[in-house]
């Protein structure tokens, strides 16, 4: 099983910045990727923002150039730097991650989830 520890997120003013950061742990045979998902109320749950285990990102159109993944050294901790921030950002953001937990079988873990609050 892979664990996933979500940090940051909170109430800003539109226009602010927030961090998020998530770290996985567990049984990691070889992580696959680990990105960020976000759900706004009556919504369904989209990607925001992806970095593969290659170094390779993907973002939802309505972030480019605002939102930037990144990873440590270790590639075990993502984070998510926003900036920019839209009321139309307000969502529950979760951390997700894909990794073999065996040469063989891989495994889609998901964070609680930390709410990020955009004012107008």
């Known amino acids: 099983q892979v664990q996933l520890v979500e940090s940051g997120g909170g109430l800003v003013q539109a226009g602010g910045s927030l961090t998020l950061s998530c770290t996985a742990s567990g049984n990691i045979f070889r992580l696959i990727a680990m990105g960020w998902f976000r759900q706004a109320p009556g919504k369904q749950r989209e990607l925001v923002a992806r970095v593969t285990s290659g170094g390779s990102t993907d973002y939802v159109d309505s972030v480019k150039g605002r939102f930037t993944i990144s990873e440590d050294g270790a590639k075990t901790t993502v984070y998510l730097q926003m900036n920019s921030l839209e009321p139309e950002d307000t969502a529950v953001y979760y951390c997700?991650?894909?990794?073999?937990?065996?040469?063989?079988?891989?495994?889609?873990?998901w964070g609680q989830g930390t709410q990020v609050t955009v004012s107008s």
């Open positions: 997700n991650a894909r990794a073999y937990v065996t040469p063989h079988t891989w495994d889609d873990a």
